[in-house]
């Protein structure tokens, strides 16, 4: 085999595994961008005081920094300019003791006043925020 032949090859086989490495980072973005709107979200009301809402936090998030639908749900509160706490489980795991005495073991949980979420939706995360008065959206 010649070397330019060897080149080539050596060539194709690099394109391949680009080719490769870009298709699999497109699946994973669209599966993370599909995942965290479509995460389960499940909407409580009650008292939750024992979760840390107070007058002065009002909106708590409980998440994790290695937690995509997490990141995603920050982002949209600082889009909105919304002030809120923000509680890791991994440098402040004490704070999730309330969460898994009452079985709750999915983040990202917003807790907005009365309403506690429970995952992930943008547009659910949106309209809650509207109902409490936290932002404003449309005419």
């Not at 330019?4 to 961008?33: D, H, N, P, Q, R």
């Not at 290695?66 to 704070?95: D, F, H, I």
């Amino acid at each position: 085999m010649t070397m330019k032949s060897k080149k080539y090859i050596s060539e194709v086989i690099l394109y391949g595994v680009i080719a490769a490495i870009a298709i699999a980072i497109a699946i994973a973005t669209a599966w993370f961008t599909h995942r965290n709107e479509d995460v389960s979200t499940i909407v409580q009301r009650g008292n939750f005081e024992k979760y840390g809402v107070t007058d002065e936090h009002k909106v708590i998030l409980y998440g994790a920094d290695y937690c995509p639908a997490c990141q995603e749900l920050k982002s949209v509160l600082q889009k909105y300019g919304v002030k809120y706490k923000y509680l890791e489980l991994k440098t402040q795991p004490r704070s999730f003791e309330a969460l898994r005495e009452d079985n709750i073991n999915q983040i990202p949980v917003l807790i907005i006043e009365n309403m506690m979420i429970v995952g992930f939706s943008a547009s659910l995360t949106q309209e809650a925020l509207h109902e409490k008065n936290l932002i404003f959206t449309g005419g």
